[in-house]
């Protein structure tokens, strides 16, 4: 069964110290798996998907297929980085299933 | 349009009441995606349009929820005899076919049920 799993429903951290969110997953197939934020009073948006390969807003997250994980990180946080953060994977279709979401709190 | 635009950002009912919530998608996207975000339950994934094959429905909670699409753009969900527990945002996305994932999300329809 497609599954993705956040185990911390809330992060603190404090600016500038670096910050780590969790993502593993299980799916029988190969894997299409993002990142999506959303800001206080903003709609959801996509900050990152693993096939890009990219780094977004100072934020890159690698799939290790080994360990079925797919953990977003950031060497330095910055209070702007405060919001919900949530992992999805894509099935055959396109179609996501997102993770329970980690709030994250970047304080000065 | 810029984005997809939802309508109402807010709708207060009384318990029992049916209720429309409507999504406008982006123009070109033929796939189109309804969401619940509700506390403690994330985001719940309703219904999933695209181009004219049947909608996969199976994430609807019950036969009081449906959805239509019009003309391939526009689309309607409707919570009949509504409950306490249909209280959450409802999100609707759009994305071209088999982008894998990459929606744009509307900022979503509040529902209070009371």
């Known amino acids: 069964a497609q599954r993705v799993t956040q185990p911390e429903k809330l992060l603190s951290v404090f600016k500038g110290a670096p910050v780590e969110l969790k993502c593993n997953y299980s799916y029988s197939g190969s894997p299409e798996l993002f990142w999506y934020v959303q800001y206080s009073r903003q709609r959801l948006q996509l900050l990152l998907r693993h096939i890009s390969r990219e780094s977004i807003k100072g934020f890159t997250a690698d799939l290790n297929k080994g360990e079925t994980s797919f953990h977003l990180k950031k060497p330095f946080a910055q209070e702007e980085d405060s919001a919900m953060y949530y992992c999805?994977?894509?099935?055959?279709?396109?179609?996501?299933?997102f993770g329970a979401g980690t709030q994250v709190v970047v304080t000065p | 349009g810029a984005g997809v635009s939802q309508s109402p950002s807010n709708k207060v009912t009384e318990k029992g009441k049916d209720v429309e919530l409507r999504c406008d998608p982006i123009?070109?996207?033929?796939?189109l995606y309804w969401y619940r975000q509700s506390l403690g339950q994330g985001l719940e994934f309703l219904i999933y349009?695209?181009?004219?094959?049947?909608?996969?429905k199976s994430g609807l909670p019950s036969d009081r929820f449906s959805a239509e699409r019009t003309g391939g753009s526009v689309s309607t969900l409707t919570i009949q005899r509504t409950q306490q527990e249909d209280s959450a945002v409802y999100l609707c996305?759009?994305?071209?076919?088999?982008?894998?994932?990459?929606?744009?999300f509307g900022s979503g329809t509040r529902l209070t049920v009371v």
């Open positions: 999805a994977l894509a099935d055959s279709w396109g179609k996501l299933q």
């Open positions: 996305a759009s994305s071209f076919p088999r982008t894998g994932g990459g929606y744009t």
């Open positions: 123009s070109g996207h033929t796939a």
């Open positions: 349009f695209q181009g004219n094959s049947a909608p996969d």
